[in-house]
C-alpha cells in the first residue's frame, strides 16, 4: 500500500511497484468490501489522505485542467474503477526505465501514481515523462485500476485499497528548473530563512500546506461562531491620522500630502461602532506595529480577531472568548479534514524527533486569577515579583502550575492597562491601588491575548488620556463618539497566529504566516 512518507505525503513503496506492473483492471476484491477492518496505523494514513482531500474537494467541480483531484482518486476510486479521467498536479517522483515508467503525481488533496508504458502512452510521451525534473506540473489523462494489494502475513488486516491512473496521455504545462532552490522531499529540516527565501517551494510540502489549511478552518470556525453569537463583521480603516492606543511605535506614511499612520488596532473604531449602536461586532483584519522585536512571538504584521460589544463586562467577553476558543478546538478535533492536517504535521515532527501534537478541547469555564492572587501565588512559589509589576513569561510559569493550559488574569492594576480600559469602582488592589476591568488570557507561560470593559464616560476617558500624556484634542474624531450618550462596552482582540502556535506546537510564530513580516523581513 501507499504508505505516508517522512514528508506527510502519500509515498508509494516498491511493493507497490512490483505489484502495479501485473495490474489489470478489476473490481475490488470482495474481501475488502464494505467492511474492511484497518488498523490503527492504516486507518489513520487513510484519515489523513481522505481528510485532505475533503478540504479542498467538498464541492469540486472540474476545471479545463482535470476532471478529478488526486484526493478524488484515492477516495472515489472504487467506483471510477476503468474510467477516463484528466488529472493534474506536481510531479513528485518517478522511476523506471525502457518501457515503463511510474509518476508520483502530487496536488493540494493528495497523491496517487501514474503508470506509464510505451504500448499505451507512446515512447516520446513516455521519454518525456521519465526525463521530466521534480516538481514540474503537467496533467495526465488515462483509466483509473486498483493497484493489487500487497501481500499480507496471516492474521494481518489488510491495508486500505489504493488506486492509480493507467496514463494514455500526458501534457508538460511547466517544466521545473534543476537543482531546486529547496528540496519539497527532503526529510533534512532546511533553515527557517531559507525557507522564507522560497516559500513558493516550501508550501508544497505537506506539513506546511497543512499548516495553512488548518489556518484557514480556524478562522471558519472562529468567524462562524461570533455569528451564532450574534456579531457582525464589520471592517475598520488600516491608514489612520494618529495612533489607536497612544503609542509610538506606529509605521508612518504619506496619505497624498498628509503625515498618516498604519493602524496598530481597530480599537477605536469598534468603540464608535458601540456608539452608533451595532451593539456587537468583530472584524478579522490585519493590524501593523512597528515594534523592534526579533523573537519567536513577535510580527510587524499579524491577523487578529477583534471584538467590541454593548450593554456588556469584562466577564461577559471572557464569556465570548473562552467559547469561542473552546468552539474552536472542538471543530478541529471532530472535523475530518483537520485532523488529516494534524496528521501530516505530526508525521513530520516524527522525522524531526519531536513530540506529536493532539487537539485536546478545552474545559469550559476557564479558571480566572485575579491579579492580586497571581502575585500573592508567584511569590509563594519563589518568584521575584512585586505588585504592580508585569507578569513575564517566568514567573508565568510559576503560576501556571496546577493550572489548566488556559486561564484568564483579569482585575489588572489600572496603571498597567491602555487609558480606554474601564476602572473597578469602589475596589482597589492590596496595595491600595486602582484596579481595572482589564483582562490577559494565558496559555501556560505564554500571554495570548488582553481585553477588558471600556471606559463609556467621556470624562473619566479625557483625564485618562490626559493622564498617559496624550492630548484628548488629538483624538477628537474618536472621543467625539461618546459625547452623546455610549452604551458600557467591552471587548479584546486576539492574533490567529497565537492560536496556530498553540493549536500546531510551532516553535516559530513566522511557521503559522504565508509570508511573514518582521524587522528584518519584508520579502517576499
Known amino acids: 500500500m501507499a504508505s505516508q512518507s517522512l514528508s506527510g505525503w502519500p509515498e508509494v513503496t516498491d511493493s ?69 479521467v484528466t488529472v493534474a498536479g506536481f510531479l513528485h517522483a518517478s522511476r523506471g526505465k525502457g518501457a515503463i515508467c511510474f509518476a508520483d503525481l502530487r496536488d493540494g488533496t493528495g497523491m496517487t501514481q501514474v503508470f506509464a ?58 517544466e521545473a528548473e534543476a537543482p531546486l532552490p529547496l528540496g519539497v522531499t527532503d526529510t533534512v529540516g532546511a533553515g527557517l530563512d531559507t525557507r522564507l527565501d522560497n516559500r513558493f517551494l516550501d508550501l508544497r510540502r505537506a506539513h506546511v500546506n497543512a499548516m495553512f489549511r488548518l489556518r484557514a478552518k480556524v478562522l471558519q470556525y472562529g468567524r462562524e461562531h461570533l455569528i451564532t453569537e450574534g456579531f457582525i463583521e464589520t471592517h475598520t480603516p488600516k491608514i489612520v491620522a494618529t495612533a489607536t492606543e497612544g503609542g509610538t511605535d506606529l509605521f508612518p506614511m504619506m496619505y497624498f500630502d498628509t503625515p498618516a499612520f498604519l493602524n496598530q488596532s481597530p480599537q477605536l473604531f469598534k468603540q464608535l461602532c458601540m456608539s452608533g449602536g451595532l451593539e456587537r461586532v468583530f472584524e478579522i483584519g490585519p493590524a501593523f506595529r512597528a515594534e523592534k522585536h526579533d523573537t519567536y512571538r513577535h ?40 485532523q488529516g492536517h494534524i496528521e501530516s504535521i505530526n508525521a513530520w515532527r516524527a522525522s524531526q ?9 478545552p474545559e469550559l469555564p476557564f479558571p480566572r486569577v485575579e491579579y492580586d492572587d497571581a502575585i500573592r501565588i508567584i511569590k509563594e512559589r519563589g518568584g521575584s515579583i512585586e505588585w504592580g509589576d508585569d507578569i513575564d513569561a517566568e514567573n508565568s510559569d510559576l503560576l501556571a502550575q496546577g493550572l489548566p493550559q488556559f486561564y484568564f488574569i483579569p482585575r489588572w492594576p489600572m496603571d498597567l492597562k491602555p487609558f480606554y480600559i474601564h476602572q473597578v469602582e469602589g475596589e482597589e488592589g492590596s496595595t491600595g491601588r486602582q484596579l481595572s476591568r482589564g483582562f490577559d488570557l494565558n496559555f501556560g507561560r505564554d500571554e495570548m491575548t488582553s481585553g477588558g470593559q471600556r471606559e463609556h464616560r467621556i470624562d473619566v476617558l479625557c483625564d485618562n488620556l490626559r493622564d498617559m500624556d496624550l492630548d484628548p484634542e488629538e483624538f477628537e474624531f474618536y472621543v467625539a463618539g461618546f459625547r452623546h450618550g455610549v452604551p458600557p462596552h467591552a471587548g479584546w482582540g486576539l492574533g490567529v497566529e497565537r492560536i496556530l502556535m498553540v493549536l500546531t506546537g510551532a516553535k516559530n510564530v513566522r511557521e503559522t504566516v504565508l509570508f511573514p513580516r518582521d524587522r528584518r523581513r519584508f520579502c517576499p
Open 16 to 84: 507497490d511497484v512490483k505489484s502495479s506492473t501485473a495490474m489489470t483492471v478489476a473490481p475490488e476484491p470482495t474481501h475488502m468490501k464494505g467492511r474492511l477492518r484497518r488498523t490503527r496505523r492504516s486507518r489513520r494514513w487513510l484519515d489523513e489522505r481522505q481528510g485532505r482531500a475533503r478540504s479542498m474537494d467538498e464541492t469540486w467541480h472540474p476545471t479545463a485542467y482535470r476532471t478529478h483531484t488526486l484526493g478524488q482518486i484515492q477516495r472515489e476510486g472504487a467506483d471510477l474503477i476503468g474510467q477516463e
Open 117 to 174: 508504458k510505451a504500448d499505451t502512452l507512446g515512447e516520446e510521451q513516455l521519454s518525456l515523462l521519465q526525463g521530466l525534473t521534480r516538481e514540474s506540473t503537467l496533467t495526465v489523462t488515462g483509466t483509473v485500476a486498483q493497484k493489487r494489494p500487497p501481500k499480507t502475513k496471516e492474521g494481518e488486516t489488510p491495508p486500505p485499497p489504493a488506486y492509480e491512473v493507467l496514463a494514455t496521455s500526458v501534457a508538460v504545462l511547466a
Open 353 to 361: 524527533d519531536e513530540e506529536a501534537i493532539e487537539v485536546i478541547v
Open 299 to 338: 510580527l510587524n504584521e499579524f491577523i487578529s480577531f477583534d471584538i467590541e460589544s454593548s450593554w456588556s463586562t469584562d466577564d461577559d467577553v471572557m464569556g465570548v472568548l473562552e467559547r469561542m476558543l473552546h468552539h474552536i478546538w472542538s471543530s478541529v478535533a471532530n472535523d475530518a479534514a483537520c
